[in-house]
């Protein structure tokens, strides 16, 4: 690692990069952005920067309404990152000069049926388990809070503390931050780890980690739909509305120029094409809950594939018997709100050597003889497609 470095003392090797990072999307070029602003000499390498799961992604930074059963060690994660991303947000804006769509309305998470409460109920107990902020709502304060909700909705919870971020804005900041702090774009590929020339390299590709590093990472298709409220109005609610609706689960972004982000399929395929199939039942799901959806114009039906991994928590250290070569990737869901935390954590690993306890369960050596990437079981043998059922 590369120890004892400070913006200060920069590399005097003036030939070799101390860091290569393989992926310009959030997470990559977050990593760029700290370790150059750091000192060190950094080389980002993408043909096509922010075109993988970013480019697709609504932003929420969902911490708490996405707290799952099983996923503790991934919560707490979450969390610490979801915890940096206000001091990240304006920081970023500062280096960068660029508003980042960053709200804080916070995020209701709201039941059509009585059925879909019962569900909603469920995880609300597990997420107060937790300890963590989660608030029931009667009907009463629910409309209060967002009149648009259809009347028929049954009730809802308050997570207040779960923020979004526009991923369109953040892409094109981290790429202005990461290069005035003195990072060096290269627009090409890496396809074989052996093209890099550099102290460390990150590999921080996404789906693309699988062929790089062997690494498991697969791909997990999620169709998304993007409406905008007529007139060039901000839309009718605030919030972020995470949704359940006679048994499907969906959420919606609003942001105050007047788009409104609908997602989305959690599918196991690797193929990026939109289907009628989903465009219908995330329409269908979103206009029962906030009817006047019905009116704003759909602007972008798109797929993409977020980096999935076999326990669907990222992979952040080095690859076995390779310390010079650090993976950052398998993000999956949650590549957004992770990305301060990555960033930091990765970074500090870089200039000195020292893992923080918290990337400790995110160690690549726990997939030590698993099925490599994404051509590991092909599509059909994957389970059934599903819906988003968070
Ligand atoms: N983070 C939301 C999604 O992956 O659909």
Known sequence: ??????????????AR??????????????IAWRCAARG???VVHDPASGSGASAVAAGMLSPVAEAYFGERQLTELLLASAARWPAFAAELTEASGVQLGYRTEGTLVVGLTGDDLAEARRLWAYQQGLGLPVTPLRPTELRDREPALAPRVRGGALA?????????????????AAQRAGALLVPQAVRHLSEVDAAVTVVAAGCGAADLTGLPVRPVKGQILRLRAPGGVAPGFRHVIRGYADGETVYLVPRTDGEVVLGATVEERSDTTVTAGAVLRLLRASVD???????????ETVAGLRPGTPDNAPILGPLPGRPDVLAATGHHRHGIV??????????DLVTTGVADPLLTPFQPDRFAGAEPGPGGRPDQMMEEDRWNSR
């Open 289 to 299: 809950l906030l009817p006047e959806l019905a009116e704003y114009d759909l602007v």
């Open 17 to 30: 990069p101390d860091v290569a990072v393989v992926g310009a999307g959030p997470i990559g070029l977050s």
């Open 1 to 14: 690692m590369l120890t004892g470095r400070s913006p200060s003392t920069p590399s005097d090797d003036r």
């Open 338 to 347: 992770l990305t301060p935390v990555t960033a930091d954590l990765i970074a």
């Open 160 to 176: 207040s503390t779960d923020h979004q971020v526009d991923p369109r804005l953040l892409v094109p900041a981290l790429r202005t």
């Open 40 to 42: 060190l000499r950094v």
